[in-house]
Structures are given as structure tokens and as C-alpha cells.
């Protein structure tokens, strides 16, 4: 094996911590989306920051690759080890350290989860709002940049991660950010490492914004005879200024799925999707002036989910459309694209995706976060038809191109990985080269998650 040095001194630092073989580097080498398996030599499980340190320092004397994973929910190969090495999985790193209640912001290890977090939180008053819809790890969500429903008044993983504790490429440990609101001391470095996607360095703490429960939660879900309708009302609801903590649309086809897989009663219409936080008079207030607007652009069956336990079902619906779509073609599997643009070109983006994936004759339903300008389609392929595939990635690429014409990005959410990396330069051009430098700088063997985000040679640059 490449790595039998490495390995041998890991398994003097781990122990029975370091997995050589079985199921664990199976489950290790297998991912939520369409990529082949890919399983690491090693599955490593360290429990502290010292820990991540010695790994990552005497992978760095062997030159054996280091690939982060946390939950596995990510949709882009991020964590697949395509270059072999160890696969460093953070979830023992669960613990929650320190809850500031009076600083709102909470400190954690990376594989603290959203929920395990908020669960903590309860009895505080104070939640972490960000919620990309699996119970991804944190440290995950941090080094994708995540967002998901909620980012249309609460922003992403950028906006409420404060300070980070990274182990770099040579095992040396640096703490990045503090816990004031704001800063101007030197570059930005906790943004650098948020949404690095493990490639520059290894999240090891986090300090994370908090936000106050809010005294009334309102949700509710209306159809509309036609997209446009539904689309045009996000963008009204948007520019009046009404205060949505999320606001989701989902097709016709969506809607169809939703019923087959849940029991639900919806039209086979496009829906949006919608939930109000606030005090009980604000609340009510954003409420009505909403609803004027769904009037006015023609929307109906309003259906408003008034307890606890009936915004958990809608929202558990919208969050398991994506296993539900995949179940939804038998033998499926799912391509899905992540587009985001401005709120003014939406309704555009979302007209000429759907007519572009109703030529290629494969099924694609929509649905996204609509509030902020992001959709996403999941193209449904035929487990190992290659021809379906090709096809699914000339579509994927077209929608790129699209919201990036119309002043957009090709991932609002889902991050870069190996999935979309030979779409950056196509998005950002010269300034893709200048990444590659920073990873250089920071990795110059290039250890840390090797084939993801960053060119690996000038080749890639000028494709």
C-alpha cells in the first residue's frame, strides 16, 4: 500500500481508532449523490485537537492525503478520498463546550449536529438557525458554507460562524475570528476557512452566532395555477420588504411526489412554501400583508400549519423531498443542481431551466429556497446508464451557464467538491488560479482533500 508509513505510525497514535479494512471504509467511500464508490486506505477517529494535529502532521511527513468527513450528507463528493489517504472522521468530536447565552453564540466541537446543538439550547431561549435540511455535522456545514430554508432572513454558515479552530496542512493549530460582532484585524480568515471545503485546513472548533426563539412561529403552504404566479409572488413578497424566515417553492412535480410519499392531499400545482417568525402582532401582520399578495397574484388553498406539530410534518415533507424524488424513479439515482441569481432574474432562471430539462426528456423536479434567489432541480438517472448520465451533465452545465449569465453562481449551497470543480473557471476565471495560490501557500504538498475545488494544474485553469 502507498501509505503503509503513515499508516504504521497512526496506529501507534490510535490504536484501535484507526480502521485498515471492512465496512467502515465502505460506508467511508460512498456519498449521498452520483459518484462512484471511492474508499480511503484508513478510516481515522480522532477525539481531540491534539489528535487532529499528530494525524495531519505525520500524514504531511509521509505525503499522504487527508480527507475530512462528518456526516456524509454532502452532495458533491466532498468527502469522497479520491486520491486515497486517510478519511478523517470528526464525529466523536461531538461536545458542545461552552453556551454564551449572554453573548448569544455557542462554541462546539465539528461534529456537534444542528439538532444535538438546538436540543442543547431548549431551555436558553436562543436556537442555530441555519438548516440545509440534513442533520449535517457543523463543522460541515461550516467548511461548505451551508445554508438551506431558513437563510432568507438568517443568512448562511458565513454569517454565524465567528471564530474557528483550524489544524493546518503541517498539524500546526491556529484559532481564527473572536467573539466580538465585528472586527477590522487583518484579513478575514475565518471566511477564508468557511467554505474551504477541508482544503486549506481542518476545522476543529467552532464559535457560532446565536439567535433568539421567536415568541410566535406561523407556517403555511398555497398553490398556484402556474410557476410564474409562484415565482412572481416570492419576488413582490421579497421587494415589499415582508419579513420571511423561509420561503420555499416547489413544482407540480414536487407537489405529485410529496403526495406519493407522505399521504397529503396537495394539487399537482406549483406551491410555495412559507413561515413567519416574530412577536405575535409582527407575525400576524406579515401574515396578512402576504396573503395580499398571494391574492393578488392569483394563489389559493391556503393551508396554514398552527401547531408545533404540524410545522414539524410540512417541513419534514420539503426536507425529505430529495430521498423522496430519488425513491419516486425506481432505481434511481439523483444529479442535482444548485443554482442561485439575483431575486430579479428568478423568475428567467426558473422558466428557461424548466423548459431546458422538459427537452432533455429526463424528469427533474424543482423545488429551492426561493427567498434568496436559489433552486435547485434534481435530474433523476437510471442507475449506471451513462447515456442518461452524459446527458444530466450537459444539462447541469447549460443551468450553470445560465445563472451565471443572468449574475449568478452555479452552487448557492451544495459547495464545490469534485462534482462542480470543472465549472469554477467558468464562474470565476483568473480569480480561480489565485485560490489555487492560496492553497499552495497553505498546502504546498497538497494534502488536505486533494481533486476538490482548486485546479490542480494551469491545464484546468484555461479549459
Avoid at 454558515?157 to 500546526?172: F, H, Q, T
Avoid at 430579479?344 to 422538459?358: G, H, N
Wanted: proline share 4%; charged share 20%.
Amino acid at each position: 500500500m502507498a501509505h503503509d508509513a503513515a499508516l504504521a505510525e497512526l496506529q501507534t497514535i490510535l490504536g484501535d481508532r484507526l480502521i485498515l479494512a471492512g465496512a467502515d471504509l465502505a460506508a467511508h467511500g460512498q456519498s449521498e449523490a452520483w459518484f462512484p464508490a471511492t474508499l480511503p486506505d484508513a478510516v481515522a477517529y480522532p477525539e481531540t485537537t491534539e489528535e487532529v494535529s499528530r494525524i495531519v502532521a505525520t500524514c504531511a511527513r509521509h505525503h499522504c492525503p487527508v480527507t475530512a468527513w462528518g456526516t456524509g450528507t454532502s452532495l458533491e463528493g466532498h468527502a469522497l478520498a479520491v486520491r486515497g489517504g486517510i478519511t478523517l472522521d470528526l464525529m466523536r468530536m461531538n461536545r458542545v463546550l461552552a453556551v454564551r447565552a449572554e453573548d448569544m453564540q455557542a462554541v462546539v466541537q465539528p461534529g456537534v449536529t444542528r439538532e444535538a446543538l438546538n436540543t442543547d439550547l431548549r431551555a436558553t431561549g436562543l436556537m442555530f438557525p441555519i438548516d440545509p435540511g440534513a442533520n449535517a455535522s457543523l463543522g460541515g456545514m461550516a467548511a461548505t458554507r451551508a445554508s438551506g430554508t431558513t437563510a432568507v432572513r438568517y443568512g448562511t454558515m458565513r454569517d454565524n460562524v465567528m471564530a474557528l479552530e483550524v489544524v493546518l496542512a503541517d498539524g500546526s493549530v491556529i484559532r481564527t475570528g473572536s467573539g466580538a460582532r465585528k472586527s477590522s484585524a487583518g484579513y478575514d480568515l475565518t471566511g477564508l476557512f468557511t467554505g474551504s471545503e477541508g482544503t486549506l485546513g481542518i476545522i476543529t472548533e467552532l464559535t457560532l452566532k446565536l439567535h433568539g426563539q421567536p415568541e410566535a412561529v406561523t407556517a403555511a403552504v398555497c398553490a398556484f395555477d402556474d410557476f410564474a404566479a409562484a415565482v412572481d409572488t416570492v419576488i413582490a413578497t421579497i421587494q415589499m420588504g415582508i419579513p420571511m424566515a423561509r420561503i420555499e417553492f416547489v413544482d407540480e412535480a414536487v407537489a405529485s411526489i410529496f403526495n406519493a410519499a407522505n399521504g397529503t392531499t396537495m394539487p399537482e400545482k406549483p406551491h410555495l412554501m412559507v413561515e413567519f417568525h416574530g412577536s405575535e402582532t409582527s407575525a400576524a401582520e406579515d401574515v396578512r400583508r402576504f396573503g395580499e399578495v398571494v391574492a393578488e397574484m392569483g394563489g389559493a388553498d391556503f393551508k396554514w400549519a398552527t401547531t408545533p406539530e404540524a410545522r414539524n410534518r410540512l417541513w419534514r415533507m420539503r426536507h425529505g423531498a430529495y430521498p423522496a424524488s430519488i425513491a419516486s424513479r425506481p432505481g434511481a439515482m439523483g444529479l442535482v443542481t444548485d443554482l442561485c441569481v439575483p431575486i430579479s432574474r428568478l423568475a428567467e432562471a426558473v422558466r428557461e431551466t424548466r423548459a431546458d430539462i422538459a427537452a432533455s426528456g429526463l424528469p427533474g423536479p424543482i423545488l429551492g429556497h426561493v427567498g434568496d434567489g436559489n433552486f435547485h432541480a434534481i435530474l433523476l438517472i437510471e442507475r449506471d446508464n451513462q447515456a442518461e448520465l452524459r446527458t444530466a451533465k450537459a444539462l447541469a452545465r447549460r443551468m450553470a451557464e445560465r445563472a451565471i449569465r443572468l449574475g449568478g453562481t452555479m452552487t448557492g449551497e451544495h459547495g464545490v467538491g469534485m462534482g462542480k470543480k470543472d465549472l469554477m473557471a467558468m464562474e470565476h476565471g483568473q480569480a480561480w488560479e489565485v485560490m489555487a495560490r492560496i492553497k499552495r501557500a497553505l498546502d504546498p504538498d497538497g494534502i488536505l482533500n486533494p481533486g476538490k475545488v482548486v485546479p490542480e494544474n494551469m491545464t484546468e485553469v484555461s479549459q
